[in-house]
């Protein structure tokens, strides 16, 4: 397995990760829990130690999953989560604010069974929320040792340079794929010249 290093984590990341939205089982239908941990474990056997979640993901399903299968083996993964939404009614909207990522966070250290957050990353930008404050308090989280490095996922360029000048960037994810290479017009090259790891969602386009 090829491995890279990413700004701030210690352990070289795979550079294939598995990512856990299925695993949640909200909108792509059941998933078996057991098998969703026997999946975990075979992709750490076979040298993948990247893996990708979200609290949104079955409303904390998936991260609970992911924190039962790491039992034991948190040292031998890099753990990547994320924050930004909210469901207070069962619909899904983005919330930046620092007020709730300060909530989100801790509820993702319980679910997923640790002190730390290897790579967390905000979902998608809040237009209603100041890229300052969003920043800011991710740059306090990293500071008081929640979390290790920072990520966005979802941004444009002009939003990354935006949020960057009030936290350091280690990541962005955006999607990419066959089917789906807008980003190699403008967050690529961005990313290569500021020297951020990219880390794509819907490398499968969905299962096309």
């Known amino acids: 397995m090829e491995t890279l290093q990413v700004e701030g984590i210690a352990t070289p990341v795979s550079r ?14 059941g998933m078996d829990d057991a098998q969703s941990v026997a999946t ?3 992709a750490i056997d076979a040298g993948i ?11 904390g399903h998936s991260e609970e999953v992911v924190g039962e299968a790491l039992q034991g083996l948190r040292d031998k993964a890099v753990i990547a989560t994320k924050a930004g939404l909210d469901w207070p009614d069962g619909s899904v909207r983005r919330n930046a604010a620092a007020m ?17 957050i290897d790579l967390y990353q905000i979902h998608w930008p809040d237009p209603l ?5 969003t920043a800011t308090q991710l740059q306090r ?9 920072i990520g966005v996922s979802n941004y444009s360029p002009s939003q990354m340079e935006s949020f960057s000048r009030n936290a350091p960037l280690a990541t962005v994810q955006p999607p990419y794929n066959l089917f789906e290479r807008s980003i190699e017009k403008d967050v690529l090259p ?6 951020l790891t990219v880390s ?4 499968l386009c969905r299962g096309l």
Do not use: C
């Not at 294939?16 to 239908?29: D, E, R």
């Not at 130690?49 to 409303?59: K, S």
């Open 40 to 42: 975990i474990h075979a």
């Open 129 to 133: 929320v100041p890229h300052e404050e």
């Open 141 to 149: 989280l990293q500071r008081d040792g929640k979390m290790l490095a």
């Open 200 to 203: 794509v969602h819907g490398a």
């Open 49 to 59: 130690n990247l893996i990708d979640t979200a609290p949104v993901y079955g409303f």
């Open 100 to 116: 709730r990522i300060r909530t989100e966070i801790e509820q993702s250290l319980r679910r997923l069974r640790t002190d730390r």
């Open 16 to 29: 294939v990760g598995l990512g856990t939205s299925a695993i949640g089982g909200w909108m792509w239908g």
């Open 190 to 195: 961005y990313a290569r010249q500021h020297s």
